[in-house]
T-cell receptor, first 112, second 110 residues
Framework: AQRVTQPEKLLSVFKGAPVELKCNYS??????LFWYVQYSRQRLQLLLR??SRESIKGFTADLNKGETSFHLKKPFAQEEDSAMYYC??????????????FGQGTILTVHP | DTAVSQTPKYLVTQMGNDKSIKCEQN?????MYWYKQDSKKFLKIMFS???????INETVPNRFSPKSPDKAHLNLHINSLELGDSAVYFC?????????FGSGTRLTVV
């Protein structure tokens, strides 16, 4: 079974402060990990996926297989980063992804 | 051009009614999904179709019936709506490049 845990439901920081959104997973195989962002009442947008190792909007995330974590980090938070962030795991490989299992989500609020 | 489009965006209806939500993707993806986001913002998969064939059905009540007339469309029909069905329903499609989500349908059952 696959499971994704985001321990913080709410996270508040001030503008310019570092931010880290935690994500832990459990899966016996080789997972694909993602971070999705949902701005107020909008669609989910892909922020990062571990296989691409990109940095989007200043966010980075490293897959740590030893700790089964995929924490999302940004050194200097901006007010426009305020949103709901979901960590997600996909177990399928091959030509198409399988279902995404989502964490509970973390609401990030960046105060001015 | 919207990649994954859902209609309607908002749906308010009375308990006991039957309603449908439509989804279309123009990305050429083989796989489409329905996800439910509940009042606590928890996202959970409901169904997955690959090339018009049902491949995932996550113990959803049989009042929910997905239909895929072709691989670009995945509709969701809900019979005998209940208060607990109130949620945001997201359609998505995927390929090896990843997922694309629709903008969601906010269903309110009164």
């Amino acid at each position: 079974a696959q499971r994704v845990t985001q321990p913080e439901k709410l996270l508040s920081v001030f503008k310019g402060a570092p931010v880290e959104l935690k994500c832990n997973y459990s899966y016996s195989g080789s997972p694909e990990l993602f971070w999705y962002v949902q701005y107020s009442r909008q669609r989910l947008q892909l922020l990062l996926r571990h296989i691409s190792r990109e940095s989007i909007k200043g966010f980075t995330a490293d897959l740590n297989k030893g700790e089964t974590s995929f924490h999302l980090k940004k050194p200097f938070a901006q007010e426009e980063d305020s949103a709901m962030y979901y960590c997600a795991l996909s177990a399928a490989g091959g030509t198409s992804y399988g279902k995404l299992t989502f964490g509970q989500g973390t609401i990030l609020t960046v105060h001015p | 051009d919207t990649a994954v489009s859902q209609t309607p965006k908002y749906l308010v209806t009375q308990m006991g009614n039957d309603k449908s939500i439509k989804c279309e993707q123009n990305l050429g993806h083989d796989t489409m999904y329905w996800y439910k986001q509940d009042s606590k913002k928890f996202l959970k998969i409901m169904f997955s179709y690959n090339n018009k064939e049902l491949i995932i059905n996550e113990t959803v009540p049989n009042r929910f019936s997905p239909k895929s007339p072709d691989k670009a469309h995945l509709n969701l029909h809900i019979n005998s709506l209940e208060l607990g069905d109130s949620a945001v329903y997201f359609c998505a499609s995927s390929s090896s490049d990843g997922y694309t989500f629709g903008s969601g349908t906010r269903l309110t059952v009164v």
